[in-house]
Structures are given as structure tokens and as C-alpha cells.
């Protein structure tokens, strides 16, 4: 069930998306029918297939850059209540910046290749994995400390055994929150400027609308299988999560 209910929930997405151009007389410029979208992946499969082997290197640099800094930083913040209360803003503040308006500027720092598509990538999807580290470690349960404490366990050994492995289930809902954002950022820098990838074809002007569907069901797909191979991640880490949670 676990794989057929999904096939069924796209196969009544892709009949209502027909059932909606066929009966509302949609015109093609405006939204193509799934017939010209699956024209187009089969007519523009290597042009597709090459621009999102772009598109999800510059997702996956970014989204490993967020997790490492991420994560690092989350450690850091959650050992000191003063460096948490006075970095918390600064976090706060970045996260609420429009990304679409950094665009210009690391255009200008970076240039056109790929290093302002990973830099705005770990812009969009920094904050979650952060706060979700935070939140993990700084939520271990009090028991599980005292008993570490009260078998003479050191500092680190209490952090590594006790505290970050409670915290994981934690983090890792930040990293499953992060990994569709990191499409989307990557495909936002990629829309601005960018001569290669998923976005640039849709952001292109070209009166096939077929292909720039095709481009939008190509990032869909990428997302999902991104997002499942973390959730992969997680239960091949955690096994014992789905045993202790309701």
C-alpha cells in the first residue's frame, strides 16, 4: 500500500490537471495538457536530464554546507544560553530577509557559476537545521543526563551517547524540513541568473510551455526522491524511533 497509494495520488493529480484543460478549454500558452508535458520530457530528455545534473549538485553542495555549518553552529548556541540569547536575533533577522533580493548582490560577489546557487541554497534552508539542532540538544531528557553523571561520565561521553542521540529525531525533522527548501533556493538563484539547470529553463522565454512544465515535474520529482532518501537516512540511523514514538 505504501507504494501503490502514492502511484494513485499522482495518477488523480494528473486526470484532475487534464480533466481541467479538456473541460475549461485551457489554451496551451497559458497551462499545456499532461500529453504535451510528457511530449516534452520525451522529446527534451537530454536537455532536461542535463539541467537538473546541474540543478541538484548545486542543491546537494548547499544542502551538505547547511547540515555541517548547521549543526555546528546548533552545538554551539545550545552549550551557552548568553551566545543563544545574542545570536538567536542575528539568525532571526537572516531568515527573514528576502532571498530573492540578495540575488543581485552574490551575482556580484560570486558571478554567474555555481557558487551563488549553493550560497543562496544554505540561505534558504540554514535556519531549520539550526533551530531544529537547538531544539534537539537542548531538549535531552533530565534523567538520561543524571544517570550519565551519576556513572561518571565526562563531559563529552555524556554528549555524544545521551544528548546527541536524543537529539537526532529532532534534527532530523530540520533536515527533512531543509531538503525541499534547498530545491527551491537552488532553483531561485538558478531563475535569476543562470545560464544551465532546471530554473533557467523555466525562467527562459520560450513559447514551449510544454518544456518549461516538464522542468517543473522534473524538480517535483528531484524533490520527492531528495526528501525520502533523508527519510531513508533516518530510519536506517534511528531504528529504534519508530518503536518508542506513538
Not at 534552508?125 to 565526562?154: D, K, N, Y
Amino acid at each position: 500500500m505504501r507504494l501503490i497509494l502514492p502511484i494513485v495520488g499522482a495518477a488523480a493529480t494528473v486526470l484532475a490537471w487534464w480533466l481541467a484543460v479538456r473541460v475549461f478549454n485551457v489554451q496551451p500558452y497559458v497551462m499545456p495538457s499532461p500529453q504535451a508535458v510528457a511530449s516534452a520530457l520525451a522529446d527534451q530528455r537530454g536537455y532536461l536530464a542535463d539541467a537538473g545534473l546541474t540543478t541538484l549538485e548545486e542543491t546537494l553542495a548547499g544542502f551538505a554546507l547547511t547540515v555541517l555549518g548547521g549543526v555546528l553552529l546548533g552545538g554551539v548556541l545550545s552549550m551557552s544560553r548568553w551566545v543563544e540569547q545574542a545570536l538567536s536575533p542575528v539568525l532571526v533577522a537572516l531568515n527573514s530577509v528576502p532571498k530573492l533580493a540578495l540575488s543581485p548582490m552574490l551575482l556580484v560577489w560570486f558571478g554567474i557559476g555555481a557558487s551563488p546557487k549553493i550560497v543562496m541554497v544554505v540561505l534558504v534552508c540554514f535556519f531549520p537545521v539550526v533551530l531544529s539542532t537547538i531544539t534537539g540538544l537542548t531538549s535531552t531528557p533530565a534523567e538520561l543526563v543524571e544517570m550519565a553523571e551519576s556513572l561518571c561520565g565526562s563531559w563529552w561521553q555524556t554528549f555524544v551517547k545521551i544528548r546527541l542521540k536524543a537529539a537526532l529525531p529532532q534534527m532530523f525533522l530540520g533536515f527533512k524540513t531543509a531538503m525541499p527548501l534547498a530545491v527551491i533556493g537552488a532553483t531561485i538563484a538558478e531563475i535569476f541568473a543562470a545560464n544551465n539547470g532546471l530554473g533557467f529553463i523555466i525562467q527562459s522565454p520560450t513559447p514551449d510551455k510544454g518544456t518549461v512544465f516538464a522542468a517543473i515535474v522534473v524538480l517535483s520529482v528531484m524533490s520527492i526522491v531528495l526528501y525520502y532518501l533523508v527519510v531513508l537516512l533516518e530510519r536506517l540511523m534511528l531504528p529504534w524511533v519508530r518503536h518508542t514514538v506513538g
